[in-house]
């Protein structure tokens, strides 16, 4: 398997945990057409605004591997805090956001990095709950949602200052905002549920039943649907973002983990499975499932 990835056309990028590599799907033909080496244990992903540069955590080395696209090879790697997981790109492309985990309890990590994209160095390292596993930016890019242990946090990202925190969402999984920036998603893993946080009045307005611990939640580029995936029962949830009700359940590999939405095609990691999944946005049915290895498990995953 070719160790660069192609300049040309668009592709799916999974972040492999056991391979140490991000896998790159042809998103044409859903062909595996090459496997990058990462660090160790890469699991979150985000892409740049252009897709010119992707940005993996590798949970195991303490670091974040820049890829460039078109070079098709990692460039650089930044040194962050302890294990990190979840990542964000700032709407302008200008910073990376890094949830550093750290070790689960007593004496774990309260951190989230910010990394300047244009030096791919670290600005500034800001102190906000503790284990930080998932994070989000606002479209306007003024704040970042942290999912921590202890609840979901509100960060001013001028200030790195907490602005709210709400208890009630902590140990959550995967978070997103909606494009329009009025409501945060939160996949609550144990509940089996994505909670509906109002932005502006900073409390839950729903709670949303799904496939049983789910892991990422994902809106469409327009706003109109939101993705879960299900880790413990193989499927992916479609539910209407107005209406806040369940439109569909889509079965796909074993335990679906990482999830994004590119057009009219949602994108789906499957970890157990090593697979990345494409299912119709129109019809709620699989149309390919590319292999990526079984020693992959796949867990981030965009499209670039």
Same mark, same amino acid.
């Given at each position: 398997m070719?160790?660069?990835?192609?300049?040309?056309?668009?592709h799916?990028?999974?972040?492999?945990?056991v !391979?140490?590599?991000?896998?790159?799907?042809?998103?044409?033909?859903?062909?595996?057409?090459?496997?990058?080496?990462?660090?160790?244990n890469?699991y979150?992903i985000?892409?740049t605004p252009?897709?010119?540069?992707l940005y993996?955590?590798?949970?195991?080395?303490s670091?974040?591997s820049?890829?460039d696209?078109?070079?098709?090879?990692?460039?650089?790697?930044?040194?962050v805090?302890l294990?990190?997981?979840?990542?964000a790109?700032?709407?302008?492309?200008?910073y990376?956001?890094?949830?550093?985990t750290?070790?689960d309890?007593?004496?774990?990590?309260?951190?989230?990095?910010?990394?300047?994209?244009?030096?791919?160095?670290?600005?500034a390292?800001?102190r906000i709950?503790l284990?930080?596993?998932?994070?989000?930016?606002?479209?306007?890019?003024?704040?970042?949602?942290?999912a921590?242990a202890?609840?979901?946090f509100?960060?001013?990202?001028g200030q790195?200052?907490?602005?709210?925190r709400l208890?009630?969402?902590?140990?959550?999984?995967?978070i997103?905002v909606?494009?329009?920036?009025?409501?945060v998603?939160?996949a609550?893993?144990?509940?089996?549920t994505v !909670?509906v946080?109002d932005?502006?009045?900073?409390r839950?307005?729903a709670?949303?039943?799904?496939?049983?611990?789910p892991?990422?939640v994902?809106p469409?580029?327009?706003?109109?649907?939101?993705?879960?995936?299900?880790a413990?029962d193989?499927?992916?949830?479609a539910?209407?973002a107005?209406g806040?009700?369940v439109?569909?359940?889509v079965?796909?590999?074993?335990v679906?983990t990482?999830?994004t939405?590119?057009?009219d095609?949602?994108?789906?990691a499957?970890?157990?499975?090593?697979?990345v999944?494409a299912?119709?946005?129109?019809?709620?049915?699989?149309?390919a499932?590319t292999?990526?290895g079984l020693a992959?498990?796949?867990?981030?995953?965009v499209?670039a």
């Amino acid at each position: 398997m070719p160790k660069r990835a192609p300049v040309k056309g668009v592709h799916v990028y999974a972040a492999g945990i056991v !391979s140490n590599t991000v896998s790159v799907v042809d998103a044409a033909t859903h062909k595996l057409v090459a496997a990058v080496d990462a660090g160790i244990n890469p699991y979150g992903i985000a892409r740049t605004p252009d897709g010119r540069k992707l940005y993996i955590t590798n949970s195991g080395a303490s670091n974040v591997s820049v890829l460039d696209t078109a070079q098709g090879r990692i460039v650089s790697a930044v040194t962050v805090g302890l294990y990190p997981h979840g990542i964000a790109v700032s709407p302008d492309g200008a910073y990376a956001y890094v949830a550093d985990t750290g070790p689960d309890g007593a004496g774990g990590s309260y951190s989230v990095s910010v990394i300047d994209t244009r030096t791919d160095k670290v600005s500034a390292t800001w102190r906000i709950g503790l284990g930080p596993r998932s994070v989000a930016v606002a479209p306007d890019g003024r704040t970042l949602y942290v999912a921590c242990a202890e609840g979901l946090f509100a960060v001013d990202t001028g200030q790195g200052a907490t602005r709210a925190r709400l208890p009630e969402q902590a140990r959550a999984g995967g978070i997103a905002v909606h494009p329009d920036g009025s409501r945060v998603y939160v996949a609550n893993t144990w509940a089996g549920t994505v !909670s509906v946080i109002d932005t502006r009045g900073r409390r839950a307005v729903a709670g949303l039943r799904v496939g049983r611990n789910p892991w990422q939640v994902v809106p469409s580029p327009d706003g109109s649907r939101v993705y879960v995936t299900g880790a413990n029962d193989d499927t992916v949830t479609a539910v209407d973002a107005a209406g806040r009700r369940v439109l569909g359940t889509v079965r796909v590999g074993h335990v679906p983990t990482g999830i994004t939405v590119a057009g009219d095609t949602v994108w789906v990691a499957t970890n157990a499975s090593s697979t990345v999944d494409a299912i119709d946005a129109k019809s709620l049915k699989v149309v390919a499932s590319t292999p990526l290895g079984l020693a992959t498990s796949p867990s981030g995953v965009v499209v670039a």
